[in-house]
Structures are given as structure tokens and as C-alpha cells.
């Protein structure tokens, strides 16, 4: 069913989140993870050694939630936190890359899915634009 020409961009936006998120939680169901913590597993993997502090500034996320969503994935014995001074340094397990690898792969294949109904100008225009409208929000 088409879209009205003139629908504002909230429920666009809204709709592919939506689209996304039950694409990731169908997917994450295989390694017992939700699409709230999956963010956090990735970008920990990819800075190893990361503050929860950080963790937080780099999601933009209060850190109440970073601290509660870490404690889950703790708890399913795929990071661990280690004090050092007055920081809480986040380290992956070997079973938290494994997933993290996975869950990036699951990424790469929503990408797939938007770049199948776009040019590789229009996937790059489009990366930069929501890129740039995030950053502006913030």
C-alpha cells in the first residue's frame, strides 16, 4: 500500500524502527538477547575496555539504564565489570564476542534489506542524512 505524499517523517521513522526491531528480536531470540541490549553488547565488544560512563555518552542513554542492561548481560555471563578507580570498566566475555559477532552480522543484514530498495548513492545519501539529523538532535 503506498504512502500518502504528504505523511511527516514521525511515522516513517516510527515504522522502520518498528520493522527493525522485530527483524532484530526475531533473529536475537537464537542467542537469548533483546534488541535493548544488543547495542550495548556491540559497542562494548568494539571498545574493549570501555567505562560504563562511556558506554553511556557513546548510546545516549542515561546511565541508569546502561547500568541496569549491563547488570542482564553480566547476568547471561557475557561481559564482565571490573572497578578501576572511580569507573566500572566493561570487558566482553569469549561467549559475549561470539554473540556480538553474530548480532553484527544480524546488522549487516537489515542493511542488506534498505539497500535492496535503494542505489548505492541513494544508501550513502541516506546514511549521511540520518547521521546528520541525529547529531543535530542531540
Given at each position: 500500500?503506498?504512502?500518502d ?6 511515522p516513517?521513522?516510527?515504522l522502520?524502527?518498528r520493522?527493525?526491531t ?5 533473529r536475537?531470540?537464537?542467542v537469548d538477547?533483546s534488541?535493548?541490549l544488543?547495542p550495548?553488547l556491540?559497542?562494548s565488544?568494539k571498545?574493549?575496555?570501555?567505562s ?5 555518552d557513546?548510546l545516549?542513554i542515561n546511565e541508569?539504564?546502561v547500568t541496569r ?8 555471563g ?5 572497578p578501576?578507580?572511580r569507573?566500572?570498566i566493561?570487558n ?6 561470539k ?8 546488522d549487516?543484514?537489515?542493511?542488506e534489506?534498505?539497500k ?7 544508501y550513502?545519501d541516506?546514511?549521511k542524512?540520518?547521521i546528520?539529523i ?5
Amino acid at each position: 500500500m503506498p504512502f500518502d505524499k504528504d505523511i511527516p517523517t514521525s511515522p516513517l521513522v516510527s515504522l522502520l524502527h518498528r520493522k527493525q526491531t522485530a527483524f532484530l528480536n526475531n533473529r536475537l531470540k537464537d542467542v537469548d538477547l533483546s534488541s535493548g541490549l544488543y547495542p550495548l553488547l556491540v559497542k562494548s565488544y568494539k571498545n574493549e575496555g570501555i567505562s560504563q560512563e562511556e558506554l553511556a555518552d557513546a548510546l545516549h542513554i542515561n546511565e541508569s539504564t546502561v547500568t541496569r542492561n549491563l547488570e542482564k548481560l553480566e547476568n547471561k555471563g557475557l561481559i564482565t565489570k571490573t572497578p578501576q578507580k572511580r569507573k566500572k570498566i566493561i570487558n566482553v566475555t569469549a561467549e559475549g564476542a561470539k554473540i556480538a559477532q553474530t548480532v553484527m552480522d544480524y546488522d549487516d543484514e537489515w542493511d542488506e534489506k534498505i539497500k535492496n530498495s535503494l542505489s548505492d548513492e541513494e544508501y550513502d545519501d541516506f546514511r549521511k542524512s540520518l547521521i546528520k539529523i541525529c547529531e543535530d538532535l542531540i
